[in-house]
């Protein structure tokens, strides 16, 4: 007889689970709001964390051994980012290079990629940002037009890119430009994997609600580099960056972090719940559920993830209900706020700020790493294919 | 972590629906509701061994019983599967409904043979003593006023009496869906498939986003309530807003997307959406469930990864 339903982490995991939040409530401060503030003492935080982390053998725990992960399970990563994304991300940026950064040079990168990039991922020594975006391609990523341009043996890339988060403290750049102009847009497309203090490379932050050093202006200046940067194929960059981003399938796991300020409400409001309408708790009683609803569409595809390929069309439909979940929620949250809402009475007032903190991000949940419409695409399609 | 049913609750679950569909899928219900003599759905069930399944004995049993809802869902099957498979005879009665203050039951008298008893929100069960006519109205076609006898306290009936009906909605919503996507790639308008059209596209995922939500929500529930959760109770009512919100969802897009063809007798939509109502209305419907979960909320845990909703509420630094 096989196992039946059972939504218990394992032994594993709860032990996993338990360790890290030991592990967050020491060395991570509870006014901790994210590692990109004005403060440069939050990254200085974020990165010596990454580094406890990894010594202990979790921050990449599903990677290989051989590349500095203990081969554990998904279920097992998916607590780290559970946890993780529900404590303000004290990874800073390093889930990205975690989550599907490192996964696309085990998958695509020559030998010497690997040996110089993986390590040091998987040891938290090193952030990345993406070359994705630019200002006339964002969901329509293919149309890019930051060119590589055949120079002697390399190329040079001239272009520019946009919201590229970290950029200002990026050590390395997962950069797309396009080596061949072609008649289909997803073709001549090639990776480069380069460093950001290459000469040429101008980064100009922008001003945002979503706050510091999360949307910047990237700029390509003749920027050189060689058949040695280039990820995969050359004109082959799509297919990686179809297979990244399925890495990136489940990457944020934002229903942890509204579970956490939700389930915090009752007793951060004290005696200020008691008052609040009905109506406004049924909501927060519903936004408790729904998020329950994305917590379980996570572990949907988590599982097809461990015994099998992941159809994108699923993964969509879990980024469609977490991302409206967590809209969901910020909208209660900062509506059980009253006045406070538009800022905390006083700095100690931590839930209020955390809400705070939690909106703005919420905002930007269905436009980043792929828009809700570009998920409800990748659905109605698979769902109304007819092969 | 375990997200799925076991392969042979699943395949009791196919062997069902294969066995209504043949014996004419919807067309028992509108044989029903005609009254005129159909295929009798009981003894189907029973030659497949449904009704020896204990639910409430076995969490394998369970497995199975959920499967074998979703699939009377699928052709809105006019038997009492849910209420039957949340019973438990040895303590005299055969089949079980959750009722509110006005004690109403779906498909009683289209089972009067059966004991029935009912349960209400607090855990109480009642015999049923008389069984009323059948409505006849349009939502509510197979539902009779039921008579009930002094009741007794049968707290740990009322999860699994609230979650399997939720199954046999599941199923309802999961030919809701399939009819939805069929009508869309097969109707043309302007020229082109209604498929084609990318405000129908959309409105198509959301509501399939919906449904699987509320599948996974299902057997998170099933598992709660059959290993015996603290919080089974406030997760079956949580299931059932959770079901009531998603069928909203599912026949408010498949009648919008079938247009006035969806209104019409002839096509099974048409059936389901009207058969959905007892289950969608029963015991209680969208506000006063919502109001029940709250309530529960403050005597039972809800959990999730950082808390237990109401209960437990342990005051932090953060806060």
Known sequence: MEDAVDFKDSERSAALRQDLRGLVSDAVPETFLGAFTSDPKDLELAQSFCRLLAKKGQLTPAWPVEYGGSASSQWEQTVVREEMWAHFEPRGAQYMGVNWVGPAIMRFGTDIQKAEHLGRIASGDVIWCQGFSEPESGSDLASLRTAAIADGGGWRIEGQKVWTSYATMADWCFLLARTTRGEKKHHGITVFLVPMDRPGIRVVPIKAMVGPHHLNEVFFEGVKVGPEDVLGEVDGGWNIVREALAFERVGIARYARCDRLLNLAPSALGDRWDGLPIELKQRWAAALLHVRQARLLAYRVIEMQETGAVDPADAAAYRIAATTADQEAAEVLMDMLEERAVGAEKPTDLFDRAVDDHWRYAQAATVASGSIEVQRMLLSRSLLRTS | ??????????????????????????????????????????????????????????????????????????????????????????????????????????????????????????????????????????????????????????????????????????????????????????????????????ALQFRLADTATALLGFDELAKYTLWSVVTGQPGALVDAIACRLAAIETAEILFRTGHQMHGAMGFCDEVDLSWLSRHSQPARRLPWGKSQTQARLLDAMTELPFDGLYGQGLVGIVPTATG
């Open chain 2, 1 to 198: 972590m375990n997200t799925e049913l076991t392969e042979e609750a699943l395949e009791i679950g196919r062997v069902v629906h294969a066995a209504l569909t043949k014996a004419g899928g919807v067309d028992i219900a509108r044989a029903v509701e005609g009254g005129t003599a159909g295929p009798d759905a009981t003894d189907i069930l029973a030659r497949i061994g449904v009704w020896e399944l204990r639910p409430r004995e076995s969490v394998d049993d369970a497995e199975a019983a959920a499967a074998v809802c979703r699939a009377a869902g699928r052709v809105a099957l006019p038997v009492p599967v849910a209420e039957r498979l949340s019973s438990a005879p040895e303590s005299g009665y055969d089949a079980l409904a959750v009722v509110g203050a006005v004690p109403r039951v779906n498909l009683a008298a289209a089972s009067s043979d059966l004991r029935w008893a009912v349960i209400d929100g607090a855990g109480v069960r009642s015999p049923v003593t008389s069984i009323g006519p059948m409505l006849n109205t349009q939502l509510g076609g197979l539902v009779s006023p039921v008579e009930i006898g002094a009741g007794e306290d049968d707290l740990a009936a009322l999860p699994l009496a609230l979650t399997l009906p939720c199954w046999t909605l599941l199923g309802m919503m999961d030919s809701a869906m399939a009819m939805t996507r069929q009508h869309l790639l097969d109707r043309k308008q302007f020229g082109q498939p209604l498929a084609s059209f990318q």
